[in-house]
């Protein structure tokens, strides 16, 4: 069995989850498409969910990356309109949505009512309060490469219920076996089983 990357910028990668980049042509295996904060053009933007609509396909497994990112310069208010413009989307077209977040888990925490579609916090690296915070309002999380070194992200791992749980390797150059390997050291429990496990929670997002 191979191992799925659920969200990775690799476009020679098929087994996994493609992050597409904005205004660009969507590949023939799964790939999730969204307006991430730092590309949202103010003055641009009805056109930047044309594109958008015009992308989902039977091949795009999910909307995002989309979210709040404290760090750019797009105003806030305008990345919560487009935020929440894309959860209307996801529930219209039933696609779960891949959520970049940085520093503003509770502001994303507070549209999750507003979705009917799973949403999935990727590249996740907090610590445990805001873990159990997102596990308790049903966010689903993706753990990178930081858990192969960041002692208390293992802690943490060790908490997230394997149903809630993906793995990626977003932007950084490691095999995912690795992190496999880890998660399953982790765990306590077989690789087959992890993939396995990660295999069914794919399906249960993918029907809602």
Known sequence: MDFFDFHHHKKNLTHGIYNLDIEKTPPDFYYSAGIHPQDIQSENIDNQ????QSVITENCFAIGECGLDGLVSVDMKIQEDVFLRQI???NEVKKPLIIHCVRKFYEVISYRKKSEQAMIIHGFNKKQSVADDLLKN???LSFGKAVLYH??????LKTVPLDKLFLETDNDNFDIKELYQKVSEIKKISIEQLQQQIVENLDTIKNG
């Open 88 to 90: 209307q989307l996801a």
């Open 49 to 52: 969910f044309i594109w958008l």
């Open 151 to 156: 002692l208390s992200l293992q802690d943490t």
């Open 138 to 140: 049903n966010f689903y």
